[in-house]
Nanobody, 131 residues
C-alpha cells in the first residue's frame, strides 16, 4: 500500500521532549516535500514543512526554536523533534507529503494555501503534555 505512518506519540511532562516519526510506505520520501501538522480542535495547524530538494524548512511561529524536522532518506522516514514541550502542544500530530515535481511553496504548504491538494496524509499520533 501507499501511505504515511506516524509513530512516537505519548505522555510527557512540561519541558520534556518527544521525537515523532513519519515513515513512507510504497513510495520514496526523498521525492516529496514533507510537512508536520497538528490538530487540537477542528482545524489543522501547520508546524514545519521541509523541501525535497535541499534543507530548506519553513517553521510556524508557535514552534520556532523548539521543534525541528530531520529527514533520513535511508530509513524513508522524516522525524519531528519536539523540545521544551508545553501543555498547549497537546494534540494529534500528522505528517503530509507533496510531490517535488509540483515545486510546492513550503510556506503555502504549512499555511494551507496551496493551489492544489496534498498527495498523502498519515493517520496521526497523539502527544499529551501534562504533569
Amino acid at each position: 500500500q501507499v501511505q504515511l505512518v506516524e509513530s512516537g506519540g505519548g505522555l510527557v511532562q512540561p519541558g520534556g521532549s518527544l521525537r515523532l516519526s513519519c515513515t513512507a510506505l510504497g513510495f520514496s520520501v526523498e521525492d516529496y516535500a514533507i510537512g508536520w501538522f497538528r490538530r487540537a480542535g477542528p482545524e489543522r495547524e501547520g508546524l514545519l514543512c521541509t523541501s525535497a530538494d535541499d534543507d530548506s524548512t519553513y517553521a510556524a511561529d508557535s514552534v520556532k526554536g523548539r521543534f525541528t524536522i530531520v529527514r533520513d532518506n535511508a530509513k524513508n522516514t522524516v522525524y519531528l523533534q519536539m523540545n521544551n514541550l508545553r501543555p498547549e502542544d497537546t494534540a494529534v500530530y500528522y505528517c503530509s507529503a507533496v510531490a517535488r515535481r509540483f515545486r510546492p511553496s513550503l510556506e503555502a504548504m504549512c499555511e494551507k494555501t496551496l493551489p492544489y491538494g496534498y498527495d498523502y496524509w498519515g493517520q496521526g499520533t497523539r502527544a499529551t503534555v501534562s504533569s
